[in-house]
């Protein structure tokens, strides 16, 4: 019942304004003396309802403890591990973006363990599915220099410093992953995590100059004399340990733009009858020649061939290579060619959803290299 008695907080007694969320998660994070875990979703459908209809649909348990049109809160529920043989329970919330009207913030400050196993697959079981953004090395820095730059941020106060000097934020810990180039390897990607204590363009310099691309980062720095933390990941969840609220709405604005400005990319792109049937095709390049051999190519039919509930048939494998994706989540169809070395060209076609294109260059940015979206004229 003490988890409960937490519900009692005035986040879930007041109506939702911008300005009354940090404050309400900055005094449960206290509570609960962990940390603010913030996961951005694209989706025009209302989560919240969403939320409430879980038990339906599987082993959730959902107690509501508010619902409105807007914002969903309570406990949920579901069994975990080996046999289902224990059930984890935290709190959510469920929150529309006050200016985005088709972005959502699922947010919790309960354990990892129920972020993950709990709340996202609860996530996975929303229909129709959300979307979460896919953000690029660069993207990511962005956020964090977004956050660096605003009044009443600064870095550590060092001792051995000059007089005068402006200390600024530190990077603490970054994963990324880098294609392995010996031809004896197992595997093509290898994940990598650094701690370490430099400025954000020297931690964004250094992992381009490695050709990795980041997945996530976690900067240090201080508000107010307090020393504070936040991380960003390439899927558009923000883990904060205190949200004054300048800072929480630059590093979620600038999460959920970049988000939906890829949503809006993909989206549209298939053939329909106001469109004249005709196909809007999208590329992703890279900085160098990756598919030079019959091998490099194998191993991109096998990243793709592995994306979950869809199924991948080859229509053509060398010298160059040409497949039909079918996304059994949606019904979304896309072809998929690669006639450029340093080049992936999409092709959607009769129903190519941006959730399902996404999910596909999710799968090239995990498992081959990052890239850049481009436009293909027909």
């Not at 807007?70 to 200016?99: C, I, K």
């Not at 650094?194 to 980041?214: C, G, H, K, M, N």
Request: aromatic content about 10%; glycine content about 6%.
């Amino acid at each position: 019942m003490k988890q409960l008695r937490l519900a009692d907080h005035y986040f879930f007694r007041t109506a939702f304004k911008p300005t009354d969320l940090p404050p309400a998660l900055r005094d449960l994070s206290r509570a609960t003396r962990r940390p603010i875990r913030v996961q951005v979703l694209l989706s025009e459908s209302n989560i919240a309802k969403q939320f409430q209809a879980l038990p339906r649909v599987g082993q959730f348990s959902v107690e509501t403890l508010i619902a409105q049109r807007d914002l969903a809160a309570g406990v949920l529920s579901h069994p975990v591990g080996r046999g289902q043989g224990r059930t984890v329970s935290g709190r959510f919330y469920a929150v529309r973006h006050p200016t985005f009207p088709g972005a959502w913030l699922i947010i919790t400050c309960d354990s990892s363990d129920f972020g993950g196993a709990v709340l996202g697959r609860a996530v996975k079981s929303l229909r129709p599915r959300a979307t979460k953004p896919l953000l690029r090395t660069s993207q990511i820095q962005e956020v964090l220099t977004t956050v660096s730059v605003v009044h009443g941020v600064s870095g550590p106060p060092r001792q051995a410093e000059p007089s005068g000097f402006a200390p600024h934020p530190r990077i603490y810990q970054v994963g990324s992953r880098t294609r392995i180039q010996s031809p004896f390897a197992g595997k093509a990607i290898e994940a990598d995590r650094r701690w370490t204590d430099v400025s954000i363009p020297e931690a964004f310099r250094e992992a381009r100059e490695s050709e990795s691309w980041v997945t996530d980062a976690t900067m240090a720095y201080w508000w107010n004399r307090q020393p504070l933390r936040i991380k960003v990941t390439r899927r558009g969840q923000l883990v904060f340990d205190s949200t004054p609220t300048e800072i929480f709405w630059n590093a979620v604005d600038a999460v959920t733009t970049m988000g939906l400005e890829r949503f809006r990319f993909l989206d549209g792109r298939d053939r329909t009858r106001e469109r004249g049937f005709v196909s809007r095709p999208f590329a992703i390049e890279f900085a160098r020649p990756l598919f030079v051999s019959h091998e490099a190519l194998a191993r991109f039919h096998g990243a793709i061939a592995r994306i979950t509930h869809s199924n991948c048939t080859v229509l053509h494998g060398n010298p160059y290579f040409h497949a039909a994706l079918l996304d059994y989540t949606d019904g979304s169809t896309y072809e998929v060619v690669v006639l450029d070395p340093s080049r992936i060209t999409v092709i959607p076609q009769g129903r190519a959803s941006a959730r399902a294109l996404q999910r596909f260059c999710v799968s090239v940015f995990s498992q081959i290299r990052e890239g850049d979206f481009r436009e293909v004229d027909l």
